[in-house]
């Protein structure tokens, strides 16, 4: 009974089994998430009312929230991937450990270049040390660590687990990012979309924002899969199902 | 649990602990330094150095704000709402800049105290409204004093109850 509980957790944890299972989730992860953004961009930038003080330069938001929203929340995708390799040795968390990595630093980066590009009009200035800005410049960091740690190492078991360890330890960073709003005086304003409270936002305008958010999640998630089949296939090149794939390829 | 496994779990958990420990020592030890900006208050009890370039930040008082004819000096008080420091600037202020909103000005304590500030930055708050919706709350604001005012002159015990009915 127990055995067979656990049977399609083994098929879709086993690469091939994932890559197979993987390539029915595309289309619709595609699908919602491209929708969701056209909806979410279109709302946001055209029909959302501009801010009485800060005009249509605030609209930036729906691009600089989603995507460290989705910097922070891949941060935990990979530490966790990170730990269930170590504690388990999955090979698929593995992979889904280095095709994060990747995807997180680009989406903090573009979180602080978006978030730049807001400060000169609104603070006047494009950067300020304060303590929002410089532990997401240390996130971009530790993302740009995992990538880079995992090429130093010629065996891929040792640099799974010098990477794992690498992002655990960087866990640390994210309450901090999270609340060093509210821990320190900072530039940066507190949070608008809070868990406890409502947010301090028009309806008008928080609503895109939500739909943004939900398409950063699906885009990231789309995006991920992709990034781990690619792996997949990278590292299983001499298997014989990657072979009989590329073979069917050929003949079509 | 696989005894192996359940190590490595421990393992794993301790990495976290005790890198959340150490992280969170630095940060308490630091914490002062983390702090972007000084209060007027804090520079006018002497925690700021009179040496090295600092940041204070605060509300603009209302009405302070003053600008020289001829150039793009200004001179401006912060305040944080128990105390108020003087700030010299000469250059372009953020958009956003205004009396009654948070700022944050760099520069150099002088005695007096007067910050003689290189940077002005303007710092916004987590809200964000429709104009239209400041426009009304304008004019709801601007109704409601006049009723009071006409209240008021009346005296008349009708009226006034009606005003204080939710």
Redesign the interface.
Same mark, same amino acid.
């Given at each position: 009974m127990a055995e067979r509980r656990w049977q399609w957790f083994h098929r879709l944890a086993s690469p091939p089994g994932f890559y197979r299972v993987s390539g029915r989730w595309l289309p619709w992860l595609a699908g919602t998430s491209l929708a969701l953004l056209a909806v979410g961009v279109v709302w946001g930038l055209l029909y959302a009312?501009?801010?009485?003080?800060?005009g249509n330069s605030?609209r930036i938001?729906f691009l600089h929230v989603p995507a460290s929203f989705l910097a922070l929340a891949g941060y935990y995708v990979m530490a966790a991937a990170g @730990?269930i390799h170590?504690?388990?040795r999955v090979k698929l968390a593995d992979v889904v450990m280095s095709a994060a990595a990747p995807l997180g630093a680009a989406l903090t980066f573009l979180a602080l270049f978006s978030g730049s590009l807001w400060g000169k009009?609104?603070?006047?200035?494009y950067w300020?040390?304060?303590?929002r800005i410089t532990s997401m410049l240390v996130l971009l960091f530790l993302y740009l660590g995992v990538v880079t740690l995992r090429q130093a190492y010629a065996s891929r078991e040792t640099a799974g687990r010098a990477c794992a360890?690498l992002a655990?330890?960087g866990?640390?960073?994210i309450p901090?990012i999270y609340k060093s709003v509210d821990?320190?005086?900072?530039?940066h304003?507190? @949070?608008?979309i809070r868990l406890t409270a409502a947010p301090?936002?028009?309806p008008?305008?928080f609503q895109p924002l939500v739909v943004m958010i939900l398409a950063f999640y699906l885009f990231y998630a789309w995006v991920l899969v992709l990034n781990v089949r690619a792996e997949i296939l990278v590292r299983e090149r001499r298997a014989g199902w990657v072979r009989d794939l590329a073979g069917e390829g050929e003949s079509e | 649990m696989h005894p192996q496994r359940r190590r490595r779990l421990a393992l794993v958990l301790f990495i976290v602990a005790l890198s959340s420990l150490g992280v969170g020592l630095a940060v308490y030890a630091l914490r002062q330094n983390l702090n972007l900006f000084y209060t007027p208050r804090q520079v006018v009890a002497g925690e700021a150095s009179t040496l090295a370039r600092i940041r204070v930040g605060g509300m603009v008082v209302r009405g302070s704000l003053e600008r020289e004819p001829d150039s793009l000096a200004v001179r401006f008080r912060l305040t944080d709402g128990d105390r108020e420091l003087w700030v010299r600037y000469e250059g372009i202020l953020p958009d956003l800049f205004g009396e009654g909103e948070a700022a944050v000005a760099a520069g150099h304590l002088r005695p007096g105290p007067l910050l003689e500030a290189d940077q002005v930055l303007a710092k916004h708050d987590e809200n964000y409204t429709p104009p239209e919706v400041v426009e009304g709350m304008k004019a709801g604001h601007a109704a409601r004093a006049a009723r009071e005012a006409a209240g008021q002159e009346a005296t008349s015990q009708p009226n006034a109850a009606e005003d204080s009915a939710p």
């Open positions: 009312p501009p801010d009485a003080r800060q605030y938001i @730990a170590l504690i388990w009009p609104t603070w006047g200035t300020v040390w304060d303590a360890v655990l330890v866990t640390v960073n901090i821990w320190w005086y900072s530039l304003q507190p @949070a608008t301090s936002m028009h008008d305008m | -």
